[in-house]
């Protein structure tokens, strides 16, 4: 995919535009979107900058970071503090997110969304209000290998940091994570999967496509 530069307060201008004619695939009134990428990536910032380009167009839209949805640190930890497989494969619990995020923006579905269920550094129910999104609305969802669940998006951007960059980003008490973003590249390809592909190697000048 060819990238080219631009600043990330035009990149969310495009991509809010682009989102105003995004058709949901399942014949909900709600579109889904995926913000993919490392912690260090910082996908929820892009996600924020849509939401706030979203809302100067009239339309919309409630950011939602899978952080909010992390399984309880005794079954994600079972294995210990530094388990890849774990991280990989276990921390995320799908089927809450299935349950309080996806499933009410089904066909049918009332919109009802509880934006987050667990505080990820207190390891307790964050005890938020629900929201309800009205049709129209667009479900922003940001956190790290969310492009392998199968997830009903509607459109997929990935922010991808070279291995090197992903490196330096990466606080060192977390380096350990770094083997479970390798084996998704060569598993996923999200840089190959994504509707939308932003490379933020360099945070001050991003480049795009898609």
Do not use: K
Not at 101 to 125: H, K, S, W, Y
Not at 163 to 190: M, N, Q, S, V
């Amino acid at each position: 995919m060819r990238l080219e530069a631009i600043t990330w307060e035009r990149l969310g201008d495009l991509l809010a535009e682009r989102l105003l004619d995004l058709e949901p695939c399942d014949g909900s009134p709600w579109p889904r979107v995926a913000f993919d990428g490392a912690p260090a990536a910082r996908p929820g910032d892009l996600a924020e900058r849509v939401s706030q380009a979203l809302r100067v167009r009239g339309r919309p839209s409630l950011v939602v970071g899978a952080e909010g949805f992390l399984r309880p640190a005794s079954l994600r930890l079972e294995h210990g503090h530094r388990d890849v497989e774990s991280y990989y494969d276990g921390w995320l619990d799908t089927g809450s997110l299935w349950r309080e995020v996806f499933g009410p923006l089904e066909a049918g579905g009332n919109g009802r969304i509880l934006p987050d269920l667990r505080d990820p550094v207190t390891d307790r129910a964050t005890r938020s209000s629900y929201v309800r999104l009205p049709p129209g609305g667009l479900l922003l969802l940001h956190g790290p290998l969310l492009l392998r669940h199968w997830f009903p998006f509607d459109l997929s951007v990935h922010v991808l940091l070279s291995p090197g960059a992903l490196r330096r980003r990466t606080p060192e008490t977390e380096h350990w994570t770094l083997p479970a973003f390798e084996r998704y590249e060569a598993e996923i390809d999200p840089a190959g999967t994504a509707d939308v592909l932003v490379r933020a190697d360099d945070p001050r000048h991003p480049a795009w496509g898609g």
